[in-house]
C-alpha cells in the first residue's frame, strides 16, 4: 500500500510563502507522476500542479508565475513552493500519485491565507 504524507500547511498572511512536502513510502518513487491539488469549502479537488517521472511540469493559470512544483527521487519526496500567497489559495492541498492507471492521495494539508 502507498502511503503519501503531507507537511507544511498552516496560516500565513498574503504575500507570503509556505513549501508543502509530500514524502512517498512503500512505492518506486521514480516512476509515478505527482500532483498538488486543492480542494476548498463547498469546492471540488482541483489540479495544482503536476510533475512526470521524467520532470515534465504543468500548472493551473491560478497558480502560474507563483507556485513551483519540484521532485527529488533520492529523498521519495515532491514539493510545492508557493509565493505571493493570496487568501483564495486558501484550501486543504493533497498530494497525489499516478502510475499506469493507479492513483494514490495523502491525507491533506491544510493551507491558510489572512491577515
Known amino acids: 500500500q502507498v502511503q503519501l504524507v503531507e507537511s507544511g500547511g498552516g496560516l500565513v498572511q498574503p504575500g507570503g510563502s509556505l513549501r508543502l512536502s509530500c514524502a512517498a513510502s512503500?512505492?518506486?518513487?521514480?516512476?509515478?507522476?505527482m500532483g498538488w491539488y486543492r480542494q476548498g469549502p463547498g469546492n471540488q479537488r482541483d489540479l495544482v500542479a503536476h510533475i512526470t517521472s521524467g520532470g515534465g511540469t504543468n500548472y493551473a493559470d491560478s497558480v502560474k508565475g507563483r507556485f513551483t512544483i519540484s521532485r527529488d527521487n533520492a529523498k521519495n519526496t515532491v514539493y510545492l513552493q508557493m509565493n505571493s500567497l493570496k487568501p483564495e489559495d486558501t484550501a486543504v492541498y493533497y498530494c497525489g500519485a499516478t502510475y499506469l492507471g493507479t492513483f494514490y492521495w495523502g491525507q491533506g494539508t491544510q493551507v491558510t491565507v489572512s491577515l
Open positions: 512503500r512505492v518506486i518513487f521514480s516512476i509515478y507522476s
